[in-house]
Structures are given as structure tokens and as C-alpha cells.
């Protein structure tokens, strides 16, 4: 059985402030797309890598991939409007069929080893696998007007990561239905397994250095990971 990693890279980076996507800042001489990739390149279980990059920075991408001769990378797709229509191009460009598939954030460029060795093991028993911590903090549900709604109990909880991680053929189904359900868009792609209820999600320990990048804060915070790691 092969596995895949799609590296969704195509937002915009809007929060963030820069005059560049996120995923191509630079932290010391690498950006942030060179880290996420390299993970799965330099991992012994990834057999193929799909790059899903932002529209205007194609050009870009394909100069970062060949600087580096990154050889798992078999394809670089323009991503769509959403996270969801990205994720969308990078399952339905795998023409394998017996394929697990872990779906990556571009901007958490420091999955562990040990994550993805996690997922790939799950998924020997599970049809889907998230990545996701405990919560520290207490989470509040809120309502329209800014006001505490309710307050569930934290034990119950998590925090999402990514990979996000899939039998091609499950998330190949739950894409299908999303494309026939114009009124529902995910933030993820293990809400649309839920959304459909093709399976029960397991849940893979993340790591807090798992970070998303996605406020200016974050950049201090990868930066003094690497200078942690160096």
C-alpha cells in the first residue's frame, strides 16, 4: 500500500500581515512551505508527495520543489477558493488506488516523525485519523451577540492538528457528497467525515510544536523552536 502526502499550501495568509502567502516566509533559510515538505520527504514511509499551492505563486512552488530536488513530489496543483476545494484537487489527482493519504497543513512546519509514523499505524486500523492535543484553557461557546452561551467540560476537548489522515476511498466518498451539498463547507476534512457519517474519527496524540502559523506571534514562537531544535 502506498502513502501520500498532500501539502495544502494555496491560502492567502491574510491574518498574518505579510506582503507574501505564510507558507513562502522565510524562518532562518528555509521558508515555511521547505520545512512542512521536507518531513515527509525525508520520511521513509512517504512514497509520493502532492503540493496544492496557491494560484499566483505556482511559479514559486515549482522553484522551491526543483532548488531542492525534492523527488516525492510527483505533482503541484493550483488549490482552489477554499480549504476544502483544495483538499478536494489534491485527493482526486491520486490515480493510485489502494492508497492511505495524509492531508497537511503547509503552515505547521513541525510535524514530528513520530506523528506521521503515529498515523500511518492507525490507519492499518481506521478508516480516518485526526491529530489533535488536549486543551489547557478553558473553551467557551458563545452566541451571536458576544455573551457566554455555555461552557463545556475542557476533558472532552481538543485541539485539532494536522495531518489529517485517510483510506483514499473514504475521503474520496466524503468529497463527493460535500460537492453535492452546496450548503455545507468544512473548516477540515475530518468534519466531512463526520458531516456524512461514513466512520468514527480516531485520534492520533499531537505534540504542542505543532503549531499552525497563522498570527504574527506564531513567527516568534517557529523561531525560537529552531533556535531550540539548532
Known amino acids: 500500500m502506498k502513502h501520500y502526502a498532500i501539502i495544502l499550501a494555496s491560502g492567502t495568509g491574510s491574518r498574518i500581515g505579510l506582503n507574501i502567502p505564510k507558507q513562502f516566509y522565510k524562518l532562518k533559510d528555509k521558508t515555511i512551505l521547505e520545512y512542512s515538505i521536507e518531513i515527509f520527504e525525508n520520511h ?4 509520493n508527495i502532492i503540493v496544492v499551492s496557491n494560484p499566483n505563486f505556482i511559479d514559486l512552488t515549482k522553484e522551491i520543489i526543483e532548488k531542492n530536488n525534492y523527488k516525492k513530489v510527483k505533482k503541484i496543483l493550483p488549490g482552489g477558493s477554499t480549504r476544502q476545494k483544495s483538499s478536494y484537487i489534491g485527493v482526486n489527482a ?3 488506488k489502494d492508497v492511505k493519504v495524509l492531508i497537511h497543513d503547509a503552515v505547521r512546519p513541525f ?3 513520530q506523528i506521521i509514523d503515529n498515523c500511518i499505524l492507525a490507519l492499518d486500523k481506521y478508516n ?7 486543551s489547557s484553557d478553558t473553551i467557551l461557546e458563545i452566541d451571536e451577540n458576544n455573551f457566554i452561551k455555555s461552557i463545556p467540560n475542557r476533558k472532552n476537548l481538543m485541539r485539532c492538528q494536522t495531518p489529517q489522515c485517510f483510506n483514499l476511498t473514504t475521503i474520496k466518498q466524503a468529497h463527493e457528497l460535500a460537492n453535492n451539498d452546496p450548503n455545507y463547507t468544512a473548516t477540515d476534512d475530518c468534519g466531512l467525515i463526520l458531516k456524512y ?3 468514527k474519527v480516531f485520534i492520533v ?3 504542542e510544536k505543532n503549531i499552525k502559523i497563522t498570527y504574527p506571534s506564531d513567527l516568534t514562537i517557529a523561531e525560537n523552536i529552531l533556535e531550540n531544535k539548532s
Open 197 to 199: 457519517n461514513l466512520d
Open 111 to 113: 510535524v514530528s516523525e
Open 44 to 47: 521513509k514511509k512517504i512514497d
Open 94 to 96: 491520486i490515480d493510485d
Open 205 to 207: 496524540k499531537g505534540d
Open 128 to 134: 480516518a485519523v485526526n491529530v489533535a492535543i488536549e
